[in-house]
């Protein structure tokens, strides 16, 4: 099968977003097929991995999925080597395990018999970078550490005393990457600003890969990657369509779509009619089922409010088939969208729904429900895993809650959603089905 490798980190800042983006476009620019992926619940960093390979990026989330909906999609890819990009530190995950581990990167090194390569910001420290990476090492027996790469290298002393000390321990380092050398791409605050919305985005991501050429011995990191093969075989995700042609929403405002959904949907025969709101362009007329993802809607507020066909066209969809908003595509379909400004904008008033950005709060972790009416296509007792991740607060929420939600410690959450008629909505990013047991 497929060899594979996941690139993880002690922590998050370390570099291993700029250091996977690298590696996924020098391999490229070598006529490797090189298949990326993602740890965990993250809309943006696949995308920028799309971008450095030209492949679609997977998320892989052990969590939310179980053993055989992720060998599914590792098994389903045709490539000749696999990049996962790790999430947050290698072992930081929920503090429960869920259906195949807590959602940390180490969960899928383990599952996948994939070797991790640390990337470690060796800034401030020299000789005790080998401590970490030792105690990384033997911290999970079933975990196989191919080596480090070290990235914010002071001085050629500095990358030397480091050497030395991980000599020592027979961990093998395949790069170091200067300090001057690092990369780092703007932020927002659900994480890095959209790779649609970056400038020169190609040149950003081959300037890594030239970094990455320059510093990281690329032939020595192929041969380290490995396969367990007796894991790939997989069941597939089911994740039902909700019609047979699905307007979905997609542009800067709703851009948090999951690829395996997707994927599954035009897996079971759908097909995906993709529309712009910002761009004023209703759903298609014989669309069967309308999907607002989530996104920036917050910063287009007005742009949004302003979107005439956009908002009659949705408005002409709910008189008889459904329609779903996830997160910023829930807030779309209320009643109003408050800005950080504390300006009111007029939304789709399809739902009664008022959210605020004025008193920013953060809402974030894992979630399980259980809907308690039909939701795209799925019948009420759906057992459902997802996340949940926004700083807007409920002003308003009128209409019947859609589903029983809990976190990641079955404690219940606020955050049920509600629907009216065929129109469902929730703060609940859907991942896969879940095989818990109801709350």
Same mark, same amino acid.
């Given at each position: ?77 045709? !490539?000749? $080597?696999?990049?996962? /990009?790790?999430?947050? @530190? &290698?072992?930081?995950? *929920?503090?429960? +395990?869920?259906?195949? =581990? ?78 001057? !050398?690092? $990369?780092?791409?703007? /932020?927002?605050?659900? @994480? &890095?600003?959209?790779? *649609?919305?970056? +400038?020169?985005?190609? =040149? ?96 287009? +507020? ?100 859609? +589903? ?36």
């Amino acid at each position: 099968m497929t060899p594979g490798l996941l690139i993880a980190a002690p922590r998050s800042g370390s570099g291993k977003t700029t250091v996977t983006l690298g590696l996924l476009r020098a391999f490229s620019r070598m006529g490797i097929r090189v298949q990326p992926f993602k740890s965990g619940p993250d809309y943006i960093d696949t995308a920028f991995q799309q971008a450095a390979s030209r492949r679609p990026s997977f998320n892989l989330d052990s969590w939310a999925m179980s053993p055989s909906q992720m060998a599914a999609i590792v098994g389903g890819a045709d !490539a000749d $080597l696999m990049v996962a /990009e790790g999430a947050m @530190g &290698l072992f930081d995950g *929920a503090p429960a +395990a869920g259906e195949a =581990g807590n959602g940390a990167s180490a969960d899928l090194a383990a599952l996948f018999g994939w070797p991790v390569i640390l990337v470690m910001d060796v800034s401030g420290q020299s000789q005790s970078a080998a401590a970490i990476a030792s105690g990384f090492r033997g911290l999970r027996p079933n975990l196989s550490m191919a080596g480090v790469i070290l990235n914010h290298v002071a001085s050629e002393r500095h990358e030397r005393l480091i050497r030395v000390a991980m000599e020592e321990i027979a961990i093998p380092i395949f790069g170091a990457i200067p300090r001057s !050398a690092s $990369l780092r791409l703007p /932020e927002r605050h659900l @994480g &890095l600003v959209q790779a *649609a919305e970056q +400038a020169d985005l190609d =040149g950003v991501i081959d300037r890594m890969g030239d970094i990455v050429e320059a510093h990281v011995d690329l032939n020595i990191v192929r041969r380290a990657a490995r396969s367990g093969a007796q894991h790939y075989r997989g069941s597939g995700l089911s994740m039902p369509p909700p019609g047979q042609r699905i307007a979905v929403a997609r542009d800067e405002a709703f851009s948090f779509t999951y690829a395996h959904v997707l994927s599954d949907w035009r897996n079971a025969g759908a097909e995906i009619l993709p529309f712009s709101p910002l761009a004023d362009e209703a759903p298609a007329a014989h669309a069967d089922a309308v999907w607002l993802p989530g996104g920036y809607p917050e910063l287009h +507020a007005g742009r949004i409010a302003g979107a005439g066909r956009f908002l009659s066209g949705l408005r002409r969809h709910a008189s008889d088939r459904p329609i779903h908003g996830e997160c910023g595509g829930y807030m779309v379909l209320g009643q109003a969208l408050i800005d950080a400004d504390g300006q009111a904008h007029a939304m789709a008033g399809l739902l009664g729904l008022v959210t605020s950005f004025a008193e920013r709060r953060l809402h974030l972790g894992y979630r399980r429900a259980r809907l308690l009416a039909p939701m795209g296509g799925m019948p009420a007792g759906t057992m459902l895993n997802g996340h949940e991740f926004h700083y807007s607060t409920i002003v308003e929420q009128p209409d019947h809650p859609l +589903a029983q939600v809990t976190d990641a410690e079955g404690q219940p959450i606020s955050s049920t959603g509600s629907h009216r008629g065929r129109v469902t909505g929730g703060f609940f990013h859907l991942v896969a089905h879940s095989s818990k047991a109801a709350p």
